[in-house]
């Protein structure tokens, strides 16, 4: 079992900044693939950015891309989502999850890739 639990999320203004960190608990995730979605109301789950077991290959949605940037620290067991220039439409509960298919080296783009996931954290960026 992979526990995965999310900070850092909360209330910015556009244009801000957030940096949100999943620790995992339970089993290393080093080996793993690890993937942030966000789920906005009344809208499909979606995957943000993904990086895999020796981060040496990401993903990142487009509507993302040159904003956010995933890391991943393996010595302390947690991944990260820096968030940058953060716009409305960006507001979402944003889930940590993990593709434990051990040492991938591609980032599963879908949610059924991924077998654990956190309970979220929600972004919320105003105008």
């Known amino acids: 079992q992979v526990q995965l639990v999310e900070s850092g999320g909360g209330l910015v203004q556009a244009g801000g900044s957030l940096r949100l960190s999943c620790a995992a608990s339970g089993r290393t995730i080093n080996g793993y693939a690890m993937g942030w979605f966000r789920q906005a109301p009344g809208k499909e789950r979606e995957m943000v950015a993904g990086i895999v077991w020796n981060g040496r290959n990401t993903y990142y949605a487009d509507s993302v891309r040159g904003r956010f940037t995933i890391s991943r620290d393996n010595a302390k067991n947690t991944v990260y989502l820096q968030m940058n220039s953060l716009k409305p439409e960006d507001t979402a509960v944003y889930y940590c999850?993990?593709?434990?298919?051990?040492?991938?080296?591609?980032?599963?783009?879908?949610?059924?890739?991924?077998?654990?996931w956190g309970q979220g954290t929600q972004v919320t960026v105003s105008s």
């Open positions: 999850a993990a593709d434990t298919r051990a040492y991938r080296v591609i980032v599963p783009s879908t949610p059924r890739g991924y077998d654990y």
